[in-house]
């Protein structure tokens, strides 16, 4: 399989060793072609589960398209942290559990095992420290949002139905921009 330039820097952007990025590729290509025969690599089933409601509370489902868990965000990171470096898979390992514990810290259950509210709760905690996390929860969410904002917008939902992208075109003339002075402020 030949390599796919932007796939392979949106791989490399998002942390894959790049001795590992042409393994990665072909089976992130695999995967988009048949996403049902997906097995999971890294984590755990209740890991991926964990990983997969948290990146659809970032990216949730609209009424202009499918959320993080249509678009498999969750198997990407999957993917991506199986071909990182093992100092990246420890943090996620860790942090994923902080996360789980500060669950538990606050409301006497897992995360999966909590209401939405509950969920909710607990995700807009961590969120309040993305500027400046210091705990392994608040790094955990850091890392969760740049890698759900990674995968969903690789996907063919995030780039061609929320993004609209229709791929790249000669224009004969280019209009600029149609709003008045100082708009965009």
Request: hydrophobic letters at 45%; proline letters at 4%.
């Amino acid at each position: 399989m030949e390599m796919d330039r932007r796939t392979a820097l949106a791989l490399l952007a998002s942390g894959v060793v790049a001795g590992r990025l042409e393994a990665a590729q072909q089976h992130l290509h695999a995967v988009r072609a048949r996403p049902g025969d997906y097995r999971l690599q890294f984590f755990s089933a209740s890991e991926h589960e964990l990983i997969d409601v948290a990146a659809e509370m970032i990216l949730p489902a609209d009424h202009h398209s499918p959320g993080a868990g249509q678009a498999r965000v969750a198997h990407y990171i999957d993917l991506v942290v199986a071909n990182s470096p093992e100092r990246t898979k420890l943090f996620w390992k860790s942090r994923l559990a902080a996360f789980d514990n500060l669950a538990r810290e606050r409301h006497g259950q897992p995360f999966l095992k909590l209401s939405a509210s509950s969920q909710a709760e607990v995700m807009n905690a961590i969120a309040r420290q993305e500027a400046n996390p210091v705990t392994e929860a608040e790094h955990f969410f850091v890392d969760m949002k740049r890698m759900a904002i990674l995968g969903y917008y690789t996907s063919e939902i995030g780039l061609l139905q929320e993004l609209e992208y229709k791929g790249n075109a000669a224009l004969a003339s280019f209009p600029g921009c149609t709003h008045g002075p100082r708009a965009h402020r």
